[in-house]
C-alpha cells in the first residue's frame, strides 16, 4: 500500500483545515439549518442553550468527517446531512454535561452553559439534544447507523465514568489514560468517519479504512490538546491555560511527567492534582516540570504517530478531493501543537 | 362500545397489580437478567450504581406494560423482553437525573445515588444507562419502536426543562402543569404501551388503543402521586410525605389550592415555594390548605377521569387475561389513594 502522506514531509507549508471546510460546505450549511431547527422546542430555555453552544465556534470536525466520509463515494443523498446533525448533537450533549461533571466555567472561551443557566438546565438539555439526535438517526432509517451511534454514546458516557474515576488519582496509568481518550474522544471520531460509507451503502473494507481513520485521528485530536493545555496560546484553545491542572486532570503530560519524575516531583502532581486548588506558580512550576521530562514533547511525538496511523487508513479510500481534505486534516490538527 | 369496568364498579374489593405481575411474570424474569447483564461495565461504578437504582424495589410498572401489550396479540419472540428493558433503562436513567435536578436526598425510600455517589457519577451513569437504551432497541430492530421511543425521550427531557421552569412559580396554571406531566411521565407509559402492538406486527388501531391507555393511564399515576405526597402514608410511597413541598414542585393539588386562595393562603404558598426552606409547621399547613379547599380530593378525582380513560382506551384490545390484567392495574393505580 503506498503512504498517501507522511506528518514530517507534508507538502503545504501551514497545514490547513480550510480543504475541508470548503469541500463540504454545502452540505454543513443543511447540517447548520438542521442543527437549529431540531435545537427548536416551545420550551424557550432549550433554544436558548443550544444556540449558546452551538454559536459559540466549535470546528465542527466531526460532521464534516461524516460529510466528507459519505461524499467521497459520491454519495447522493441528505442522510449524511441528517447523521452529520445528529453526531454534532449528541457531541453538544456531552459537552454540556461534561462541564457539569468538571465543574467547568469556561467552553471555548465564553463562560460556560452551567454558569449562565445552572447545572439543572445543562442536564436537561443535554438529555433533549441526545434525545433529538436518536430521533433524527431514526429518521434516517439505517439500522447500522443507528447501531454504530448508540454504541459510541455507551462508549462515551462509560469513559466519563472512567475519567471520573482517574481524574484525581495521580496512579493513572498510560494505558488507563488512553483509554478514557479512546472513549471520551475517538469513538465519536471513529463512528462519525464511519458512518459516511454506511449511508453511501459501501462494503466492510471501507466502513473500516473511515473509522480507522477517524479513530486515530481522535486520538491524534485529544492528545494535541492535553498538550496545548500546557503550551498553546489561550487563543487558540478558546480557553485559559491550565484549565485541566485546575480541574485536577490527569493528561497524558501529567502521567508521563509523574512517571518519570522523583518522590518529590509526586508529591507535588499529588498536592495539586488531587488537593483543594493550586496558584499560578503551581502551573508555573508544573509546566517547568513536563518541560524537565519531556512530557509536553512526548505527548506530541505520540499523537504525531496517531496522525500517522490516521494518514495510512486513508490509504484504502478512493483518491479525490475528498481524501486529500481528510489528509489535510489530520496535518492541520498535528500543527496545532508543533 | 362497550365500556370493559368502571372504577365505581369494580368487582374486586381490594384492586391489586398482581394479576399483571402474574401474567407476565416469565417474560420479566427475561427483563430483569437483561437489565444486570447490560447495567455491566467494566467500569466498577456503573454496575453499582445501576443495581442500587434497580434492585431498590420500583414496581416495573412501565416494561409490565409493553410484556402485556405485546402478550395480549399471542407475540412469540424475544423483542418485547428487550424494548421493556430499553424502556426501564430509559426510566431509570430518568430518575438518575431528576434526583441531580431536584437535589433529592432519597428515592423509594433508599439514599439517592446522588447521595452515595454524588452527582457526577449519576449524571455520567444515567448517560450510560441511556446509551444501552438505544444500543437494546437496535438490537431489536424495529425502526417504528425506535421512532416511538427515541420521541419518548426527547419529550420527557423536553418536560423536565419545562418542570424547571414551573418548579418554583406559583403561577403555574393546570394546563401548564398537565403539559409538564404529559411529558414526564405520561409519554413514557404510553409509548412503552405502544411498542407492545408494533413489535407483535399489528394494525394502526391496536397501536393507538395500547398508546392511549398507557398515556391516561400515566396522567392517572402520576396525579396520585402527587396526592400520595400530600396524604398517603410514607411506606406507600418509598418516600417522606412532603418531599414535593420541600423541594418547592408545583404539583396539581397545589396549583388547585393557589387558584381558590385568599391573597393572604398566595403568599403562604410563595413564601414557602419559592422560599429558601420550610417547617414542619408549614407543611401541616399546606396540608390542612388542600384539604380546606378539596385540592387533594379534586387530585384524586381527575386521576379518577384519566384511569377511566384508559379503561374504555382496552375496549379496543382483544379480550383475555392481559386485558383484565391492565384493567385492574387501572383500578390498583387509583386505589392507592383512594
Redesign the interface.
Known sequence: MAVVATLSDNPSPSPSIQPLVDIVSGGMAEVNELILSKAG?N????PEIAKHLISSGGKRLRPMLTLACADMFGYRGNGHVTLAASVEFMHTATLL?DD??DESDMRRGKLAARKLWG???S???G??L???A??M??DV?S?EA??IL??A??????G???Q??AAKNINTSEADYLRVIEAKTAALFAAAAEVGPVIAGQDAPMKKAARTYGMELGYAFQLVDDALDYGGSASDLGKDIGDDFREGKITLPVVLAIQRGSDADTAFWKRCLEGEGVSDADLEEAISLLKKYDALSDTIERARTYGQNALDALDALPSGPHKDALADAVAFCISRVS
Open positions: 422546542s420550551v424557550e430555555l432549550i454535561h457539569v461533571v447545572n439543572q438546565a442536564v436537561l438539555v438529555d433533549y441526545l434525545g433529538q436518536f430521533k438517526m431514526v432509517g439500522l443507528l447501531r448508540s454504541e454514546s455507551a462508549i462515551i458516557a462509560e466519563e465514568v472512567l471520573l474515576g
